[in-house]
């Protein structure tokens, strides 16, 4: 496997965990800022809602419909953030990276009154002994 950066990639499979252990893997968007990386999701979804019981996260590349690549797992903890001018920040780097894509999402999250019921996750990485 090769190593990866979270940052560079279109796509990452986010996976976090049930109560009972199990992984549930999603792919995602993702943004770098500042070291570390940004996912948003609506406010209801399984994996914020999973967030709130177990902070730990891994995340590995992947194609649009979660396909796994070649890559290494990267370990992290993640966490739900609140702060209003860090989530317009990270809004930011999502534009950077994603450009009208992620405006066209935007836009028609407004038009249906779903873009304030997201939430930002924030994942720091951790790093594992080899």
């Not at 194609?63 to 809004?91: F, M, P, Q």
Request: aromatic residues 10%; charged residues 20%; proline residues 2%.
């Amino acid at each position: 496997m090769n190593a990866f950066n979270p940052s560079t990639e279109r796509y990452v499979s986010l996976a976090t965990y049930r109560k009972n252990g199990a992984e549930v893997r999603t792919p995602v968007w993702i943004a770098e800022l500042e070291g570390r990386y940004y996912v948003f999701s609506a406010a209801n979804a399984g994996k914020v809602k999973r967030l709130r019981n177990n902070h730990k996260v891994r995340i590995a590349a992947c194609n649009y419909s979660g396909n796994l690549l070649h890559s290494d797992w990267l370990a992290g903890n993640a966490k739900l953030v609140t702060d209003a001018e860090l989530i317009e920040r990270v809004y930011a780097a999502f534009t950077n990276k994603y450009g009208w894509q992620v405006r066209l999402t935007n836009l028609l999250s407004k038009l249906s009154g779903r873009y304030h019921q997201r939430s930002m996750i924030e994942i720091e990485p951790v790093l594992t002994a080899r």
